[in-house]
C-alpha cells in the first residue's frame, strides 16, 4: 500500500467530534467518558498501557472489550502479557476480543508467534465463535506450524465461516511464502468444488496465493474457477493462473479479456503482463487494439482495463506492436471530441499509443502528448517521459542522464521524484550521484524519499559496488539526523545501514528511543545491520503527542459526503470504530482541506487513493495518527487511512475496488461507501474532488 505523508497546515478551532485536547481521565472516571479516556490511553501508547490494562478489569462491559482492543493496537510487552492472561479468562466474549487484539498486535509490528500454541490449545472444546477468532489470529500470529493447523481446521471444521476464515488464511501465509502441504492444498480444491459461493471464493484465494508450483489439481480448481458466478473469485483465479505459468494460463487470460466485469479483465491484463513472453503481448495488443477502435465508434470512455493494458504494454521493451502509429493518429483526434468526463482517459490512451509508436523510430524527447489535460498536460509528458528514459528510449545513458538531470530541477516535485526514480537505473552508465545528493537535500519528503530509496537499492547485496562519494553521505546523515517523520525516516535508515559508516549508526541509535514505533523499527533494523547486533525492542524515551482532533460522542451517523468529477461518493463513518482518525476526517473536511485535492494513485482491481495535497503519495495533515485496525474486513467500497507503518497515517485515504484480505486488521478503516460507489469505482489518476462537506444523518431506527 503506498503511503501517506505530512504537509503542515493549521485547523483551528474546538467542533463537534473535534474538541481540544485533554489530559487523560482515570478508569475510575466511569460513565460517558469511559470512550473518550480510553481513546486518549491507546493514543499515548506505552505509556497509556497501564490504564489499558486497569479497564480491561471490568468483564465483558463495552469499556473493557474496547480497553482489550487497545491494547493490541498499542502492542507493547505490558499489553501483550495481559492479553496472553485474558486468552484464558471465563468469559468467551474476553477472550475472542484477546485473540483479534494479538491479530492486530501481529499485524502491527509486535512479536505474537509465541501465542499461536496457546491459542490452538483452547481449539478441542472451542465453540464456533472462539474457532473463528482463533483461526483468523493465526492469519498474524502464526508461524511455520500455522499452514498445517489451519490445513487441519479446513477439513476438519463444518462451519461455514470457519472453514473460509482458514482458506483465506491459507492463502495469506502463501504470500509470506509459507508452503503449504498436499493436504491443505486437496482441502482447498473441494472446496472450490463444492460449489458455494463464498466457500468457493476463500478457496481461490487460498490457491491463488498458494506458495511453490505443483499439485495439478489446484491447477485445474483454478482453471474451473474462472467460469464461476463471483467475479472476485475469477479475477483470483486469472491470477493463480499466471502465476502458476502452466498450460492452460495463456488461453484462459485471453478468455479473461471478455469478461463482462471490469476488474476480470483487468485481471486478465495483469496476467498477460505477468507471463510476458511474445504471444501474451501480441494477445493483449489484438485486444486493445479492437478496444481502442470499439470506443472511437461507438463514443463510450474506455475504462481501467483499457488504461490497465496500455500501461503494461508500455512499461516493457518489446518491439512496436502493429498499427501503434495509426492508432496513436486516431486518439489523438478522439481526444479533441472527447467529453469532460473522458478527455483525461482519452488523453493517457493517445500518450500511451505515442510511446508505443515512437518505438518503430528514433524516439527522442520530449514527446508529445495530447493537449487537452490543460495545465496537467505538461506534468502527465513529463513523468511519462521519465519513465519511458528509465526504460531507456531516448538516446545514450549519457544524453538520458543529461535530461533527467533537467528534470531533476524541475518545479513540480512529482516531476523530480519520477526523474530520480529513473536516474536510479543509470547510476552505472551514467554520472548521476549528483542528482541523488541534491535529492536528499530537497524539501519534498516525496524526493529525498525516493533519492534515500535508491542509494539503500544501489548498495545493497554482495556485489562490490564504488564507495559513495562523500557529499552524498553528508546528505544522508544530516536528512537523517532531523528526520522524525516514519516512512521517510525508514527510507533514511535504510540507507544509512549501507553506506552510513559510524556516523549513520549513531544517527540510528539516538532514533531507537523515538516516540513513533516506525522510527524505532527502522532504527533497530539499522542499528542491526549497521551495528552486528540486535538492540531488541526499546521504549520510546516519551510518549507521542496525541492528536491536535479529539474524538468526542456524536448523535446521529456521520457521513462524509466526496463530490468528484465522476460524481457523488457518500461515506458513512464509523467513530466507534477509528475515533481519532474519523475526528481529523471531520475537522480537516470541515476547514476545506479536501476540496480541489486530486486522486494520485489508482490500482484497478484494488484501491482509489485520494487525500494528498502534493499528490506525491507522500503528504498530509501536518500530524500523524495512531493506527486504529480493527476486525471489520476491507471488501468493496470499505474506506480506509493508508500509512507507512504504525502511527504514521494522516489524511490520505483509500476506497477499495474489491476484497483485500491482506488489508484486514493492518490497516484502519474509517466507513464504507453507502451511495455513489460506481463513481467511486471510475475515478482516474488525476480526478479531483470538487468539494468534501460532513452531514450528520438521523439514526435509523432499531427492528
Request: charged share 20%.
Amino acid at each position: 500500500m503506498e503511503v501517506p505523508r505530512r504537509v503542515h497546515i493549521i485547523v483551528g478551532g474546538c467542533a463537534l467530534l473535534v474538541a481540544c485536547a485533554r489530559p487523560p481521565a482515570s478508569p475510575s472516571a466511569g460513565g460517558e467518558d469511559e470512550a473518550p479516556a480510553i481513546a486518549r490511553a491507546e493514543a499515548r501508547r506505552e505509556a497509556g498501557s497501564a490504564e489499558l490494562v486497569a479497564y480491561t478489569r471490568g468483564g465483558t462491559s463495552a469499556a473493557s472489550l474496547t480497553a482489550i482492543r487497545g491494547l493490541g493496537r498499542t502492542g507493547d510487552a505490558r499489553s501483550l502479557a495481559r492479553l496472553g492472561e485474558l486468552l484464558a479468562a471465563p468469559e468467551e466474549a474476553a477472550r475472542v476480543a484477546a485473540m483479534e487484539a494479538l491479530a492486530l498486535a501481529g499485524a502491527l509490528g509486535s512479536d505474537v508467534s509465541a501465542y499461536e500454541a496457546t491459542l490452538w490449545q483452547r481449539w478441542p472444546q472451542a465453540s464456533s465463535r472462539e474457532r473463528l477468532a482463533i483461526v483468523k489470529a493465526t492469519w498474524r500470529v502464526g508461524a511455520a506450524t500455522a499452514a498445517a493447523r489451519l490445513g487441519a481446521a479446513l477439513v476438519e471444521t463444518e462451519t461455514p465461516e470457519v472453514r473460509a476464515a482458514a482458506a483465506i488464511g491459507l492463502g495469506l501465509l502463501g504470500r509470506r511464502e509459507l508452503a503449504l502441504d498436499d493436504a491443505a492444498r486437496d482441502g482447498l480444491v473441494a472446496m472450490v468444488a463444492g460449489g458455494e459461493q463464498h466457500l468457493v471464493y476463500a478457496g481461490v484465494y487460498g490457491l491463488a496465493h498458494a506458495h511453490g508450483a505443483g499439485h495439478d489439481a489446484g491447477e485445474a480448481a483454478l482453471q474451473g474457477a474462472v467460469g464461476v458466478l463471483d467475479p472476485d473469485a475469477r479475477a483470483l483465479a486469472l491470477k493463480g493462473l499466471a502465476r502458476r505459468r502452466g498450460t492452460g494460463a495463456l488461453a484462459a487470460l485471453r478468455a479473461g479479456l471478455d469478461d463482462p466485469e471490469p476488474w476480470v479483465r483487468v485481471a486478465a491484463a495483469r496476467g498477460l503482463g505477468e507471463l510476458g513472453d511474445a504471444a501474451a503481448t501480441a494477445a493483449l495488443w489484438d485486444w486493445l487494439r479492437v478496444e481502442l477502435e470499439r470506443d472511437i465508434v461507438d463514443g463510450t470512455g474506455p475504462g481501467h482495463p483499457v488504461l490497465e493494458a496500455m500501461s503494461i504494454l508500455t512499461s516493457g521493451k518489446a518491439s512496436p506492436p502493429p498499427g501503434a502509429a495509426e492508432a496513436h493518429a486516431r486518439a489523438e483526434a478522439r481526444v479533441a471530441a472527447a467529453g469532460p468526463a473522458s478527455q483525461r482517459v482519452q488523453a493517457r490512451l493517445a500518450c500511451g499509443l505515442a510511446a508505443l509508436a515512437g518505438r518503430a523510430a528514433e524516439w527522442r524527447p520530449p514527446l508529445r502528448c495530447a493537449e487537452a489535460l490543460g495545465p496537467a498536460a505538461e506534468l502527465e509528458r513529463l513523468t511519462f517521459e521519465t519513465g519511458l528514459i528509465e526504460q531507456g528510449y531516448g538516446g545514450s545513458a549519457e544524453a538520458r542522464g543529461a535530461r533527467l538531470a533537467t528534470l531533476a530541477g524541475h518545479a513540480d516535485a512529482r516531476v523530480r521524484a519520477a526523474a530520480l526514480a529513473a536516474a536510479a537505473e543509470l547510476w552505472e552508465e551514467a554520472p548521476v550521484e549528483g542528482l541523488f545528493e541534491a535529492g536528499l537535500r530537497d524539501s519534498s519528503p516525496a524526493v529525498a524519499g525516493t533519492a534515500a530509496e535508491a542509494v539503500q537499492g544501489r548498495f545493497a547485496g554482495p556485489a562490490p559496488r564504488p564507495a559513495p562519494g562523500q557529499g552524498l553521505v553528508d546528505a544522508l546523515v544530516q536528512r537523517a539526523a532531523g528526520e522524525r517523520d516514519g516512512e521517510l525516516f525508514a527510507g533514511l535508515a535504510g540507507a544509512l545501514a549501507k553506506v552510513g559508516g559510524a556516523r549513520g549508526l549513531q544517527v540510528c541509535r539516538d532514533a531507537l528511543g523515538d516516540a513513533n514505533a516506525t522510527v524505532r523499527a527502522a532504527a533497530r533494523a539499522c542499528v542491526k545491520t549497521a551495528g552486528g547486533e540486535d538492540p531488541g525492542i526499546t521504549e520510546p524515551s516519551a510518549p507521542p503527542p496525541l492528536p491536535p482532533h479529539e474524538p468526542q460522542p456524536v448523535q446521529g451517523q456521520l457521513m462524509w459526503l466526496l463530490h468528484t468529477e465522476r460524481g457523488r461518493v457518500d461515506i458513512a463513518l464509523e467513530p466507534a470504530a477509528a475515533p481519532w482518525h474519523v475526528a481529523a476526517i471531520v475537522a480537516l473536511t470541515r476547514a476545506g482541506f479536501y476540496d480541489g485535492l486530486g486522486f494520485h494513485r489508482v490500482v484497478p482491481g484494488y484501491v482509489v487513493q485520494g487525500g494528498d495535497p502534493g499528490g506525491t503519495g507522500w503528504g498530509g495533515p501536518g500530524f500523524t495518527l495512531p493506527s486504529e485496525p480493527g476486525e471489520a474486513p476491507f471488501a468493496s467500497g470499505a474506506v480506509g487511512i493508508a500509512d507507512a507503518g504504525k502511527d504514521t497515517g494522516g489524511s490520505q485515504f483509500f476506497i477499495m475496488h474489491a476484497p483485500a484480505p491482506h488489508l484486514d486488521g493492518r490497516y484502519t478503516r474509517i466507513g464504507e461507501v453507502r451511495h455513489g460507489l460506481a463513481a467511486a469505482l471510475a475515478l482516474v489518476v488525476g480526478d479531483r474532488i470538487h468539494k468534501a462537506e460532513i452531514v450528520i444523518a438521523p439514526q435509523r431506527p432499531g427492528p
